[in-house]
Nanobody, 127 residues
Framework: QVHLVESGGGLVQPGGSLRLSCEASGFTLDEYSIGWFRQAPGKEREGVGCISSRYGTTYYVDSVKGRFTISRDNAKNTAYLQMNSLKPEDTAVYYC????????????????????WGQGTQVTVSS
């Protein structure tokens, strides 16, 4: 059975850090480009960033540049989203998505519709 499973979410104070994991099962992640998305209550889904399969090139939305880092460990079949200097506005459910493509995008979730999505993990930034 094919799954993407996110983990690592939780409650953190402003300025804190979390590392989200996106583990693939039933398929190998090395040929997939991966996008990270988030959705806050009452808001539309927003792309956070992505990492390509070909060269591991990463891209980020401006609001997280310099604070978030996406990486991948193909040996562990897992991608990561390291989030530092978290702000209350980062509060959302975070999703990873994977598609067989050499390039990635975070502009649109529809790019990943032919691939796989995780179930999401809640991140809450609050004092």
């Amino acid at each position: 059975q094919v799954h993407l499973v996110e983990s690592g979410g939780g409650l953190v104070q402003p300025g804190g850090s979390l590392r989200l994991s996106c583990e693939a099962s039933g398929f190998t992640l090395d040929e997939y480009s991966i996008g990270w998305f988030r959705q806050a209550p009452g808001k539309e889904r927003e792309g956070v960033g992505c990492i390509s399969s070909r060269y591991g090139t990463t891209y980020y939305v401006d609001s997280v540049k310099g604070r978030f880092t996406i990486s991948r460990d193909n040996a562990k079949n897992t991608a990561y989203l390291q989030m530092n200097s978290l702000k209350p506005e980062d509060t959302a459910v975070y999703y990873c998505a994977a598609v067989t493509a050499s390039v990635c995008t975070y502009y649109s979730g529809t790019y990943y519709h032919s691939g796989h999505w995780g179930q999401g993990t809640q991140v809450t930034v609050s004092s």
